[in-house]
Nanobody, 116 residues
């Protein structure tokens, strides 16, 4: 079993920055993909960024530019640096963990609200 706990969300004004964190615990496999997804009010859940245990961050074209994903394998931590936040970034941000053996695990999410 894998547990994922997100933190770092909150209320920010447009143009400000946030860094989200995800702490993973349990049976963490060495080879894994981790990712951030988000779900805005009334919208579907979408991939924000993903990263392998060896690195290789990946971003959908629509997400490139303002967000940076990283992970610290020694601490089982996943990060998402978000800069120049816009109101349309308002969403619940979910941490995701995947291996071919274990399948998907999800955190409960952390809410990011961008509003003036």
């Amino acid at each position: 079993q894998v547990q994922l706990v997100e933190s770092g969300g909150g209320l920010v004004q447009p143009g400000e920055s946030l860094r989200l964190s995800c702490a993973a615990s349990g049976r963490i496999f060495a080879s894994s993909r981790m990712a951030w997804y988000r779900q805005a009010p009334g919208k579907e859940r979408k991939l924000v960024a993903s990263i392998l245990d060896t690195g290789f961050p990946n971003y959908p074209d629509s997400m490139k530019g303002r967000f940076t994903i990283s992970r610290d394998n020694t601490k089982n931590l996943l990060y998402l640096q978000m800069n120049s936040l816009k109101p349309e970034d308002t969403a619940v941000y979910y941490c995701n963990y995947w291996t071919s053996v274990q399948g998907n695990y999800w955190g409960k999410g952390t809410l990011v609200t961008v509003s003036s």
